[in-house]
């Protein structure tokens, strides 16, 4: 394997790699979302055995000068693995290298989309019935909450796809204010040993929400709009139509690009975000679950 490997940006290279990286879950769903020209993050996969840190500071030099998302992956997978999705800077990476060579582990470097500023997140679940099912969380999670089932979704809503017509939401739910404060509390407590105290694998028991609150409280990540909301009492703002209306359409993209049945496959899923507070729109990966728990 190549130390260093770029993320394409042109959906036939991405389609090219996924033979290379057969077995890897997040790398395969990543470069698929690409190969299906959907919106992705700029970024490379680094080998940590074989790299240098010459290598990898000059890799991301070109990424960007002083940030950089972090993501992992690892061929096969085990139980359980370490929390991905966290923003380090330029001094950091050197320890993130010799980290996860430890661990061995694929890292993956992308172009800064701090969790913390994302808006809207959802989590997509196709089915070859042409039906998909949307769940939602907003300000202040992420899609992992909901991929990792960390939370229940704040709403979900159930469509079909229709031969020939645009997707028909049949069914809708929303979380109620009580368990959504709930949520909330778990949330800090994930986000005070994940951003604030910077622990890569942790269980939200290791810290109470007293404590967690606190840590967030008096952090400067407590500026961010999102992580105000986690604090405040406020209940959740449901989603626009709009942002359903743009993920229903990544489906039935989805759904006409992808012959399930003729991939073995009768489930998808892709997750999706509003990074920087709501400029941007990205897919972290589609995954085929029958290839990535390993069921065919």
Known sequence: METITWLPLDPPAAASLLRKFEGYSKIQGMLRSRALGFPTQRGFIVDPSTASEEEVLRAAAQLHPSRYLVRHDRAPEIGSYPQGGYIVGKSDLVEELAWYRGQGRLLILLRPADPLDNLYSAA?????????????????????????????????????????????????????????????????????????????????????????????????????????????????????????????????????????????????????????????????????????????
């Open 124 to 296: 997509v679940l196709l089915t070859s019935s042409k039906s998909f099912q949307l769940d939602v969380v907003g300000s202040g999670f992420d899609a992992s909450d909901l991929n990792r089932g960390f939370i229940s979704p704040s709403e979900s809503h159930g469509y079909s796809l229709p031969p020939e017509t645009p997707p028909r939401k049949r069914s809708s739910a929303f979380i109620d204010d009580d368990t959504y404060a709930e949520f909330k509390s778990l949330r800090l407590r994930k986000i005070a040993l994940k951003h604030v105290l910077r622990r890569r694998i942790f269980k939200t028991d290791d810290i109470s929400t007293t404590e967690a609150t606190s840590l967030v409280a008096s952090d400067e990540i407590a500026s961010k709009p999102q992580v105000r909301h986690l604090l405040s009492e406020e209940p959740y703002t449901r989603s626009p139509e709009s942002f359903l209306a743009q993920i229903a359409g990544y489906a039935l993209k989805a759904a006409s690009l992808l012959d399930l049945p003729r991939l073995g496959e009768s489930l998808l899923a892709f997750s999706v975000s509003q990074i920087d507070n709501g400029e941007h729109t990205v897919i972290w990966d589609i995954v085929l679950p029958r290839r990535k728990y390993g069921l065919l």
